[in-house]
């Protein structure tokens, strides 16, 4: 019997005869193949466990540093992966090794908490995820990890307030986008600093790009394989200042492409590839991004699938909706890029989420009680016309390329009578400032929500105050208050009366050492869904 054909995926012979096109071909078959091709770890992790294992572990395993994330009142997640040789595979031994580990109320770990022992995971790639119980609400926790005598670093944590307490302030930073060629980490040491309660990281953590360097190289060509994506976030954590910002708060993070490869579009690869090696590529990148990051075992990746949508609540202050727009979405219209809407852009039952998280996240904005609701996302959601004068021309990658979908969002909003909403984004390397419209089509029409749109890490390389097509999106869009194009993250200050966001740069990225400062400072007043800028002091640090 024809391979393909015992294991299921007959069915790509059948519907290639009927000569679909590609996109039904690749939507109508995505399950069949995702399911058949991926690398399915959930059902197969009871590796051979050698309690002696640390004894042939030769050099400094905690070479990746360790990371919290996913906080809960009473819970959070603990992360570490046993490294001793990084960027080759990671250097273990063909077996399951136990790790202990201890969470302590002081940094001397005087005051144990709670300990115990988790399997580092040969089929995880030797990564160690617990999930500690029983903590308390609003609390500071100290970690760490040990294998035979080597100890992990420490990292600082801490757990959310109680469901529904009374929450006076938090604050928080949101990042995006590190190429590790184009600069330095820079703005994470300055954040590893900061006084914050929790950091969201909303996609870009690695580039999939072969060997371009501008300031420093990445280890290999383009990557495909599972030890591939291993070892390039291998060498994106040997950077200190990320591991400093991630052993000093919780994180929650969310995937956009690049974890996988440029502007994929659900089971749809960037550039005109065949279907299975894309999700087997699909399915090793998504396995190595839950190895490498603090998710709970609801994350675990299902094939090529992985479940990164969900809330967190912070007291009766912020419900927090963190988003995954690249795994359900449509593929972009036009042929993506920047293009005038078309009917294929236009047409109503096109999504950028799918239909169940859709559903979920206006069920959670319907339901919620508090104060302030973040869309914590991906890609650029309010209009952003790139054309000066008549027409139009926008990002079919971004929400521009799927505005029904927006659509709903916002008259759901509207419906509802949701106040405070709130969009934290990603993915385009600039800082931005937007104001979201009843409907951009009506520049006088209400706001109903505002935008902050974070720049990049390092992504872009070194920055300027201002070009061509910023100018040009200002005069465009009158709902976009603020642009910026200095590498950097958002700091937020949240209270029930007040947003504060700042947006904290760097001069430069193409050399270590840039000192941090706040380029603009907003307030968002409770209810009144606008920007007022406090704070605007243009960069004047020389970037050679």
């Known amino acids: 019997m024809d391979k393909r054909k015992s294991n299921g995926l007959f069915v790509f012979e059948k519907l290639n005869s009927e000569r679909m096109d590609r996109r039904k071909f690749l939507r109508a078959t995505s399950k069949y193949a995702a399911l058949s091709l991926g690398l399915t770890i959930a059902s197969s992790l009871q590796g051979k466990v050698v309690l002696g294992a640390a004894e042939e572990i ?86 760490r990890f040990k294998v035979g005598a080597d100890i992990s670093p ?126 087997q590529r699909r399915a090793a990148a998504y396995q190595a991004y839950y190895e490498h990051m603090p998710l709970r075992s609801s994350s675990l990746p299902q094939g090529a699938y992985i479940q990164l949508y969900r809330r967190l609540s912070f007291g009766n202050l912020l419900d927090f909706h963190v988003l995954d727009t690249r795994q359900y979405r449509d593929d972009q219209a036009n042929g993506d890029g920047r293009k005038p809407p078309s009917p294929e ?50 990002s079919m990658d971004a929400w521009d390329g799927y505005p029904a979908n927006r659509d709903r969002i916002l008259n759901f909003i509207k419906e509802k009578g949701i106040s405070n909403f709130v969009v934290l984004t990603g993915d385009v390397h600039n800082s931005w400032a937007n104001e979201i419209k009843a409907d951009f089509a009506d520049p006088s029409s209400s706001s109903i929500g505002v935008e902050f749109v974070g720049t990049s890490i390092s992504s872009g390389g070194d920055g300027s105050e201002a070009n061509a097509v910023s100018e040009t999106v200002m005069a465009e869009n009158p709902h976009i208050k603020f642009h910026n194009n200095f590498r950097g993250y958002v700091r937020c200050t949240v209270t029930p009366e007040i947003w504060l966001a700042d947006y904290r740069t760097v001069p430069y990225v193409s050399r270590p050492g840039a000192p941090i400062a706040t380029r603009a400072s907003f307030i968002v007043e409770s209810g009144k869904q606008q920007l007022n800028k406090i704070y605007d002091a243009p960069l004047t640090i020389a970037a050679k």
């Not at 999930?131 to 970690?143: F, H, R």
């Not at 302030?372 to 000066?388: L, P």
Request: proline fraction near 6%; charge should be negative; charged fraction near 25%.
């Open 58 to 143: 030769r050099s400094y395993p905690f070479t990746l540093g360790v990371a919290s994330g996913d906080p809960l009142p009473d819970s959070v997640v603990l992360w570490t992966r046993l490294a001793p040789e990084p960027l080759n595979g990671g250097g273990m031994p063909f077996y399951d090794v136990p790790v202990r580990w201890e969470i302590a109320a002081d940094e001397g770990f005087s005051n144990v908490v709670k300990h115990g022992v988790e399997f580092a995971r040969q089929q995880l790639g030797h990564s160690v995820h617990v999930e500690v119980d029983g903590l308390e609400p609003n609390s500071v926790y100290y970690y």
């Open 154 to 279: 420490v990292g600082r944590t801490k757990t959310l307030p109680a469901f529904g307490s009374q929450v006076d302030k938090m604050s928080f930073a949101f990042a995006s986008c590190q190429n590790w060629q184009q600069g330095y980490y820079t703005a994470y040491k300055h954040m590893a600093q900061e006084e914050l309660d929790i950091v969201f990281h909303l996609g870009d953590y690695i580039y999939e790009g072969g060997i371009n360097p501008r300031v420093r190289a990445h280890n290999s060509d383009e990557i495909i394989t599972l030890e591939d994506y291993r070892n390039r976030y291998a060498l994106y954590k040997s950077d200190e200042n990320l591991r400093a910002a991630h052993e000093a708060f919780p994180w929650v993070v969310t995937t956009d492409d690049h974890e996988v490869e440029n502007n994929f579009a659900g089971l749809i690869p960037e550039k005109d590839q065949p279907i299975e090696p894309f999700i």
């Open 345 to 394: 852009s236009m047409d109503p039952n096109r999504t950028l989420m799918g239909a169940e998280q859709e559903r979920w996240l206006l069920e959670g904005l319907g339901n919620s009680k508090s104060h302030w609701n973040v869309m914590a996302q991906q890609v650029f959601f309010a209009k952003r016309d790139f054309k000066g004068g008549t027409g139009e021309e926008v």
